[in-house]
């Protein structure tokens, strides 16, 4: 088996710099990629820290051995990086900065994948032409200006989009991450911050920053991802982004706003950072 990938960074219109980071590498059968979205002014900081410590790490880590235990490769990982980047954030002398991740392993002598997720970006994965979010954003929907009963009535877009100015509650960078180790729950749902997958063939992988999904709804991932090879899927997506389509729609509905001014507030996107990524034959 092997794998196929392609991916995008662009800057959005909130900050004056792209702080996403990323990388992607391929070490004896593994490959493995990472997005970061650093968070505040001078986030990059905390961004480009994890994901050279991701590279520092996995390259001693994954190289020796083939007998891999991925919970506590990736936990240990995570203690690692989040260490690496409390220092670095500290040496900047930048307060008040960290970094989302989103982590995906593919084995393909194993067959299989490994993820892990801190904040407001997500993992999915297209499998039989059905998309699954593998992830829970780490935020608390707390609006108090929604009952209940809209609460259940809401679709998952709409309800990230009433979340979507809210800061995410766990992040990289930050002396009071919680144990990795934990079964945890978020808005009611327990969670398990590392997880394992078998893969099949064709599996697609789509892991970003939350900038994208400000801007592109689930079934509109879904469709591009079932209809599309990996390149065109990356274009479509970033016209979307570009141009919101059915996020606009529903921003419009729940603010109770012309549609025209809910695209013009979508364009004031965030910066956007994804590998769409797929599990195919040689």
Known sequence: MKVEFEMASLKGLKKKSNDDRFVNDYIRGIYYFAVCDGMNRDGYVASSSVIGSIKAYLNDALKNTRKFFYDEIVGNMIKYINNCAIKDIENSGFGDIGTTLDFLILD???NLCCFTHFGDGRIYCLRDNKLKCLTLDDKTLDDKSISVNEKDTLSDDELRLINMTKPP??????????DISQIISINGTKYKRIKTLFLKKDDI????????????SNR???NILCSNGLAEAVVKLQNIYIQPKEMADYYSKIKEID???AIKKLRERDNMTFFVIKYTEE
């Open 108 to 110: 393909t002598i194993g």
């Open 169 to 178: 509650s766990v992040y990289l960078g930050d002396e009071r991450l919680p």
């Open 205 to 216: 992988f789509l892991i970003t920053t939350d900038g994208l999904l400000d801007c592109v």
């Open 220 to 222: 509109e991932i879904e």
């Open 259 to 261: 549609k025209e001014v």
